[in-house]
């Protein structure tokens, strides 16, 4: 427990979690493999993993996310979410941030979650991102940034499916020698290079 002057208090707070949360890692991976965790519940709350993997990922590497959509109101998220999402996606990163900037867009509900999204989408373009949930379909990727894994396989086992998109990377990487790096907390740790 800390106390005593506001910012004092909660500077100490924030240095004790920081030595909990960052992991330091070796180097950056060409490819980064995480999970969303028991707060992966939709595609929303799976933005958390792929947000804490960045330290990892290097410049243009490959992102795969797997998670257990269980959120029984939606396995997205809500309509404004898929709304600033689809920005992202057919624009791309550089181009949210700007219109989110502009003095002309209104607030919209849950576009905190999207900008989140952003920082991932500067470090790798979005055709290098993977996600996985057995509770996706097909029909579920347009409108989604990145790759949905279920039109890469019929599988709804996550080490199958894991395995098929690191063949497909190595494959569109020309078979060259690629770090793989398991970020077995997921959302719950911040690698970092030391």
């Known amino acids: 427990m800390y106390a005593g002057d506001l910012e004092a208090a909660h500077l100490a707070a924030f240095e004790m979690v920081k030595g909990y949360a960052k992991v330091p890692i070796a180097e950056e991976a060409d490819i980064v493999i995480t999970h969303g965790g028991f707060v992966g519940i939709n595609h929303y709350q799976s933005a958390k993993a792929a947000f804490a993997s960045i330290g990892a990922l290097k410049k243009n590497g490959y992102l795969i996310s797997i998670a257990n959509f269980t959120d029984k109101k939606d396995i997205i998220g809500s309509i404004t979410y898929k709304t600033v999402l689809a920005i992202l996606s057919l624009c791309g990163a550089e181009a949210l941030i700007k219109v ?28 290098h991102y993977y996600y996985f949930a057995p509770q996706l379909t097909k ?56």
Do not use: C
């Open 100 to 127: 989110l900037h502009s003095k002309d867009w209104p607030f919209i509900p849950d576009q905190w979650q999207v900008q989140k999204w952003a920082p991932v989408f500067e470090k790798i373009p979005l055709d």
């Open 139 to 194: 029909a579920d990727g347009p409108g989604l940034p990145g790759i949905n894994a279920a039109t890469l396989t019929d599988s709804k086992e996550y080490s199958e499916v894991v395995k098929t998109v690191l063949d497909l990377i190595k494959k569109r990487e020309g078979g060259r020698p690629l770090k793989i790096v398991w970020l077995s907390d997921g959302p719950y740790s911040i690698p970092y290079v030391q």
